[in-house]
């Protein structure tokens, strides 16, 4: 079935320091992305539409210029979190549709993010 | 208003107990509506789709009731291994794959 990776898995950071992530589908074509977020006993939270070869589409609050979306390719998206400070920790999950297949979306495994 | 709400719970039962977990949401126009289940710190995992015919996969059955803009979950004969925290989750559009979440509702199943 279909599978999306997401890299790294957990990475901790510094204040001030940006953190990069990676989401791939590994066996077919996402045109398009999502970046959810997830604060401890929260939902996910939809942070942005990532679509491949045009500028990403933000949802109401979420700032564009500290979470950078680049959909460079048909099975690679990336959200950078620039400038990233101790309230950006949080789980940040991305999934993908595989449009061949009736599953509404599928998941990576989620990053966890903390900053120190 | 969330656009899906849910009973955060915990709901705390036995083994064997039947458990039902509801969902409410606020946009009608709402296509699809799905229930994933997410164990802690993973990612969320389709569990089933919901249609208002109803639907039953093995021990667990969902419905869905437009009208009243509802949606359920039962689980029956409750396993230790159905601990998790199950995801109401709304498509707005099948066009988009934009999924709307709800904030889950925990269960704990005890021996």
């Known amino acids: 079935g279909a599978v999306v990776s997401q890299h790294p898995s957990w990475v901790i950071c510094k204040s001030g320091t940006s953190v990069k992530i990676e989401c791939r589908s590994l066996?077919?074509?996402?045109?398009?992305m999502f970046w959810y977020r997830q604060f401890p006993k929260q939902s996910l939270m939809l942070m942005a539409t990532?679509?491949?070869?045009?500028?990403?589409?933000?949802e109401q609050g979420v700032e564009k210029d500290k979470f950078l979306i680049n959909h460079a390719s048909l099975t690679l998206s990336t959200l950078t979190v620039t400038s990233a400070h101790p309230e950006d920790s949080s789980f940040y999950i991305c999934?993908?549709?595989?449009?061949?297949?009736?599953?509404?979306?599928?998941f990576g495994n989620g990053t966890r993010l903390t900053v120190t | 208003r969330k656009e899906v709400e849910q009973d955060p719970g915990p709901f705390n039962v036995p083994e064997g107990a039947t458990v039902a977990f509801n969902c409410t949401y606020s946009?009608?126009?709402?296509?699809?509506f799905f229930w994933y289940r997410q164990d802690c710190r993973k990612e969320p995992k389709l569990l089933m789709s919901?249609?208002?015919s109803g639907n039953e996969d093995g021990r667990f059955t969902a419905q869905l009731n437009r009208a009243s803009q509802y949606i359920s979950l039962l689980i029956r004969d409750s396993k230790l291994s159905d601990s998790a925290t199950y995801l109401c989750?709304?498509?707005?559009?099948?066009?988009?794959?934009?999924?709307?979440f709800g904030q889950g509702t925990t269960l704990q199943v005890k021996p």
């Open positions: 989750v709304a498509d707005l559009s099948s066009n988009t794959g934009k999924l709307i």
């Open positions: 999934s993908a549709k595989d449009w061949t297949d009736n599953s509404p979306l599928h």
């Open positions: 919901v249609y208002s």
């Open positions: 946009n009608s126009a709402s296509q699809s």
């Open positions: 066996d077919f074509q996402a045109t398009t």
């Open positions: 990532s679509n491949e070869g045009s500028k990403a589409t933000y």
